[in-house]
């Protein structure tokens, strides 16, 4: 699934098993194969994999088209200009009035930001982390993403 899955993404059929006994070298290549690089996704570059063999198809030879989820073209603002305006720039969760209070969020997030509060659930986003399990989580499509001014400006999504 590519795009803002695994809920609102677009099933993409790429012929392709990526399988290993280490989480994080299965999700490097996985990442790369659907055009990521290392220095792009947090957890990858943060995580010292080591050698990773890949048996079979070369990443190279697999040509997989797909779209970005939303919160990775904010990396893609130049560092200079998240350092002076940083806090102008995010994406963040936000709870639609059709949420059907089924708590998927409430239990999905890992940092537990989301809270009842006078019978709706709310985000906490001082404790948010932005890693948007609530969104990608739920089935009702009750949780959008809300974008800053300047990340409208600077992120033109494709």
Do not use: H
Request: glycine share 6%.
């Amino acid at each position: 699934m590519d795009g803002d899955g695994p809920v609102n993404g677009r099933v993409i059929n790429a012929n392709v098993i990526v399988a290993g006994e280490n989480p994080f070298a299965v999700d490097t290549v996985t990442a790369r194969i659907l055009g990521f690089k290392d220095e792009k996704i947090d957890y990858i570059k943060k995580e010292k994999t080591g050698k990773i063999e890949v048996l079979g198809e070369k990443i190279e030879s697999i040509n997989i088209k797909t779209i970005k989820p939303k919160n990775f073209y904010i990396k893609l603002i130049p560092q200079f200009v998240a350092d002076i305006f940083g806090k102008l720039i995010w994406i963040r969760p936000e709870i639609l009035e059709n949420c059907t209070k089924c708590e998927r969020c409430l239990k999905n997030c890992p940092v537990n930001a989301i809270y009842y509060k006078k019978g709706k659930l709310k985000i906490d986003y001082s404790k948010c982390i932005k890693c948007l399990c609530c969104y990608e989580g739920c089935t009702y499509e009750a949780i959008g993403l809300k974008e800053s001014l300047l990340t409208k400006i600077f992120i033109k999504r494709r």
